[in-house]
């Protein structure tokens, strides 16, 4: 059954800290986007990328990069994590079609303190 | 500025009754148009989307939306909710058609009473 998936599910981190969030998708979908969700803000979309060695900054990107290193895998990466950064991430897969159906992951749950 | 907006953040209904969940954007030329809903603790799930052809679009589970480009709209719809309907619905626009970037509503948090 093609998914997304994503690793870890949860996760706490230390200010300054180094943390990678890691998403997985069997839906063979060039496109995929990182966002997170926080009370207030709705969905923000972090970085995004169109195929495998591309990405592309999204709307809130400082703080974050990424990486496509393949198909199926796209991570999200914090250098130097702040309490800033504690929220929900969801990874997306989309089919490229009728504006980009997508397909999100389970999320993960951050907590830098 | 180009914005999604939807104007209810909750709405609360009887199981059975209809319900209709608003959505308007500010948003010149060709757009694309989608719902998301999302359960308590998951990811979001596709329901329906609009680009092109019949305003009415139907999707999973009971669930339609009309298009309007006089109004700006694209309002969800279900006739006889249920109680696993409980959810936060999100709208969202896309401007292109392949690499959608998309924008999305704050989201309306569904509660339905028994």
């Known amino acids: 059954e093609a998914a997304v998936t994503q690793s870890p599910r949860n996760k706490v981190a230390v200010t300054g800290g180094k943390v990678t969030l890691s998403c997985n998708q069997t839906?063979?979908?060039?496109?995929m986007y990182w966002y997170r969700q926080d009370t207030g803000h709705g969905l923000r979309l972090i970085h995004y990328?169109?195929?495998?060695?591309?990405?592309e900054k999204g709307d809130i990107p400082d703080g974050y990069k990424a990486s496509r290193p393949s198909q199926e895998n796209f991570s999200l990466i914090l250098e130097l994590a702040t309490p800033s950064q504690t929220s929900v991430y969801f990874c997306?897969?989309?089919?490229?079609?009728?504006?980009?159906?997508?397909?999100f992951g389970p999320g993960t749950r951050l907590l830098v303190l | 500025t180009q914005t999604v907006s939807q104007s209810d953040a909750h709405v609360t209904v009887f199981e059975g009754d209809s319900v209709e969940l608003r959505c308007n954007y500010s948003?010149?030329?060709?757009?694309?148009l989608s719902w998301y809903i999302q359960h308590h603790g998951h990811g979001l799930q596709f329901l329906l989307k609009?680009?092109?052809?019949?305003?009415v679009v139907q999707g999973v589970n009971g669930f339609e939306a009309e298009f309007s480009k006089s109004d700006s709209s694209f309002h969800l719809r279900k006739a006889s909710v249920h109680w696993s309907d409980s959810a936060v619905y999100f709208c969202?626009?896309?401007?292109?058609?392949?690499?959608?970037?998309?924008?999305f509503g704050q989201g309306t948090k569904l509660s339905i009473k028994p």
């Open positions: 839906n063979n979908h060039n496109n």
């Open positions: 990328s169109y195929g495998a060695g591309s990405t």
């Open positions: 969202a626009v896309s401007l292109n058609y392949n690499q959608g970037k998309l924008i």
């Open positions: 948003y010149g030329g060709s757009i694309y």
């Open positions: 997306a897969s989309g089919d490229g079609t009728g504006g980009d159906t997508q397909y």
């Open positions: 609009y680009y092109s052809g019949n305003p």
